[in-house]
């Protein structure tokens, strides 16, 4: 199956500080990829749609300015988490959807972020 | 509105037993069905996937699921668990409605497996 990475697997920032997560496909072109925040033992939340070559579009409830996306190239997205506060603290985990595999999604190995 | 449900949050089976977990969904058009497993602190594997064509689908570890339009569900099945299965599983719905297919997922459902 498609491999889809993460970079990188965990971060631990100080609070005001911005973390920039990265979401790469590696076998195959994505032009759209997907952002998805996870709480403990809880089901994922889709945050926003990156699509390459132009803005994201964001969820309700997710503020664009706070996890500022970047799709710039048909394989990779990235997601700052801008004056990260500890209540951003979470499990980060992206999505690539494969056009070629009937636009099924592969997931990344995810990110934890832990802000202090 | 489109929905999944999966009945159990948590089961617990004996290695070597058979396993079913249930997932029932709501949507507007011609769904896309998945299961995907999530190891701890891990992103998510897919085990097997619907499109369209035989109802009865083949996954990886020996997993399978059946599609069944009329009680609209896609229940995932495995004959004889082993230890490495214990995880969670997600069963999500997207396609065409969703804009974007964009995937919604089920709250989970949480496998233990007893040695």
Redesign the interface.
């Known amino acids: ?1 498609a491999v ?1 990475s ?1 970079h990188p697997s965990w971060v631990i920032c100080k609070s005001g500080t911005s973390v920039k997560i990265e979401c790469r496909s590696l076998d195959f072109q994505a032009t ?1 990829m ?1 952002w998805y925040r996870q709480f403990p ?4 939340m ?1 945050m926003a ?1 990156s ?1 390459e070559g132009s803005k994201a ?1 964001y969820e309700q409830g997710v503020e664009k300015d706070k996890f500022l996306i970047n799709h710039a190239s048909l394989t990779l997205s990235t997601l700052t988490v801008t004056s990260a506060h500890p209540e951003d603290s979470s ?1 980060y ?1 992206c ?1 690539a ?1 494969d056009w070629t595999d ?9 990110t ?1 972020l832990t802000v202090l | 509105a489109q929905s999944v449900t999966q009945p159990d949050i948590h089961i617990t089976v004996s290695e070597g037993a058979s396993l079913e977990l249930r997932c029932n969904y709501s949507y507007g058009a011609t769904p ?1 069905l ?1 299961w ?1 497993v999530q190891s701890p ?6 085990l097997l ?1 619907y ?1 369209s064509g035989d109802t009865l689908v083949q996954g990886i570890k020996g997993f399978e699921a059946e599609f069944k339009r009329s009680q609209s569900s896609f229940n995932l099945r495995k004959p004889s668990v082993h230890w490495s299965d214990a995880a969670e599983y ?1 069963c999500a719905v ?1 396609g065409s409605s969703g804009g ?4 919604i ?4 459902t ?1 496998l233990a497996v007893h040695p």
């Open positions: 199956g889809v993460q759209t997907f033992k809880q089901s994922l889709l749609t699509n579009t499990f985990i999505s959807r009937r636009d099924t999604q592969y997931f990344g190995p995810g934890r | 896309y998945f995907y602190g891990q992103g998510l594997q897919l996937k499109f997600f997207g974007y297919n964009k995937l997922f089920g709250a989970g949480r």
